[in-house]
Nanobody, 121 residues
Framework: HVHVVESGGGLVQPGGSLRLSCTAS????????MDWYRQVSGKERELVAS???????TYADSVEGRFSISRDNARNMAYLQMNNLNPDDTAVYYC???????????????WGQGTQVTVSS
């Protein structure tokens, strides 16, 4: 079992910045991907940013150039630095962790409880 916890959400004014953190614990073994999703009430959850174990990153078009994802493999953590925030970025942000043990059939796909980000003046 892998437990995922997000932190760092809050209320910020338009143009401001926030840094979200994601921590995975438990039977982690290898973490293949650490991803950030967001969801607005009544809408589908969307992928915001993804980082592979080797460090390759991808971003949604809507956040490209404003958000930056990084990870600390030694601490099983991922971060999402969000700059120049606007009201459209308001959502619950979720961390998703995919990994497993290459020497067995053990795999996992774990989600955190989410952290609220509100961008408003």
């Amino acid at each position: 079992h892998v437990h995922v916890v997000e932190s760092g959400g809050g209320l910020v004014q338009p143009g401001g910045s926030l840094r979200l953190s994601c921590t995975a614990s438990g039977s982690v073994f290898s973490i293949w991907y650490m991803d950030w999703y967001r969801q607005v009430s009544g809408k589908e959850r969307e992928l915001v940013a993804s980082i592979a174990e080797a460090g390759y990153t991808t971003y949604a078009d809507s956040v490209e150039g404003r958000f930056s994802i990084s990870r600390d493999n030694a601490r099983n953590m991922a971060y999402l630095q969000m700059n120049n925030l606007n009201p459209d970025d308001t959502a619950v942000y979720y961390c998703n962790v995919l990994g497993g043990n290459p020497e067995s059939l053990y795999e996992y796909d774990s989600w955190g409880q989410g952290t609220q980000v509100t961008v408003s003046s």
